[in-house]
């Protein structure tokens, strides 16, 4: 089997309800969506979303890369290669792992069809049967935070994640608002984006937080300081996650000499896609360091692909991707049981893609062949 077509799709899909996180507001989310076709007449899909805050890549940027330099590089190649596959674009151009997601992912859907087995079953199968979904609250007043948890309790959500990482005061706040208001049955996950930016100001939220019995606190340093993490962790009860600061191997190895935290988040679109993200999970599972994956809040086709890794893996324990139940349209079908995902057992990716939604989303493309 090999490439014979990659298909580039620019798309923006549309949110129900502008998306609020430390350092942006979203009215839609930008997204790259490729179509690789086989000799063999198989077709998968892959998608990447850019963060310019996280990786360093644009929208924009993306699309150039897989137009002008990965898509010509791999026509030719066989997707079942996904060591090789990864070297040549290695070699092609260093680092940005969104782009580099966005072929993987297809690579990987494609080959679980063409042998019929689900993507999970090339990871070495499934182990979870299903996880928890966890609804994501974007920065808002306290009032409207608690609103809105309250709301997603009532319909049978039973953890909630909030996005802080203004001012810290501010932010105490609006935790203490929700935890009050859903009581403490309910799991709540802090996620401050790097808001915070230094331990010393971490900390004296942290001191403030003590009673507010949570799950974890996530990147609330800059993603680079990895020391401020282990200081943070080292003077708080309250378990620390790594998220932004954990991008390739590199970065696992420093969390791990430095036990620098609690639990890590893995994100396809921060690593270059799903080969790369289950060398991290067995890094993270050799350490003794809990794994989540997470997302950038992508489609059923980046979502799809992130659940297929965390439902082969142990040492994941924790779900973020619900990027799907946030757009009022979507390229695919990926379905939610919530307050549960649970995978289906068919080949690839296991969702449908509406062609005629991607085009109707997609503001440039381009197709590139042998």
């Not at 892959?46 to 026509?75: C, M, Q, R, Y």
């Amino acid at each position: 089997m090999k490439i014979t077509e990659i298909e580039i799709y620019a798309i923006h899909l549309p949110l129900h309800e502008p998306f609020v996180i430390s350092y942006a507001t979203y009215d839609y989310m930008p997204s790259i969506i490729v179509k690789i076709t086989t000799d063999s007449g198989h077709i998968g899909y892959g998608e990447g979303v850019a963060d310019e805050h996280v990786t360093g890549e644009s929208w924009e940027g993306t699309f150039a890369l897989l137009k002008n330099t990965l898509a010509p590089k791999l026509i030719g190649e066989n997707p079942k290669n996904m060591e090789r596959i990864h070297e040549l674009m290695d070699a092609e151009v260093y680092g940005v792992p969104t782009a580099k997601a966005t072929i993987d992912i297809a690579c990987y859907d494609v080959v679980g069809k063409s042998l019929g087995v689900p993507v999970y079953d090339l990871l070495g199968g499934r182990y979870h049967e299903e996880f928890l979904i966890t609804h994501v609250l974007s920065i808002a007043s306290p009032e409207a935070m608690a609103n809105e948890a309250e709301e997603r309790v009532a319909a049978g959500y039973r953890s909630m994640k909030m996005k802080v990482g203004t001012e810290v005061l501010e932010d105490v706040k609006r935790i203490e608002a929700v935890r009050n208001r859903v009581g403490y049955d309910i799991a709540i996950r802090v996620d401050v984006n790097q808001g915070w930016k230094s331990s010393a100001t971490t900390l004296q939220g942290l001191q403030k937080l003590e009673h507010c019995s949570l799950d974890w606190l996530e990147q609330p340093v800059k993603a680079d300081d990895v020391d401020g993490m282990v200081e943070v962790k080292s003077k708080s009860s309250i378990p620390m996650m790594i998220d932004e600061g954990l991008r390739g191997v590199r970065d696992m190895r420093e969390i791990i000499a430095k036990r620098a935290a609690d639990k890590v988040n893995i994100k396809l679109m921060k690593c270059g896609g799903i080969y790369p993200a289950t060398k991290l999970a067995h890094m993270a599972e050799m350490a003794g360091i809990d794994c989540q994956v997470g997302s950038m809040v992508e489609s059923s086709i980046g979502s799809a692909a992130g659940f297929h890794v965390a439902f082969s893996k142990k040492v994941i324990t924790t779900v973020e991707l619900t990027g799907p139940l946030k757009f009022s349209k979507d390229v695919g079908n990926l379905h939610y049981d919530v307050p549960f995902i649970r995978l289906n057992d068919k080949p690839g990716l296991g969702i449908d893609i509406d062609e005629e939604i991607l085009r109707e989303l997609t503001v440039f493309s381009e197709k590139v062949s042998g």
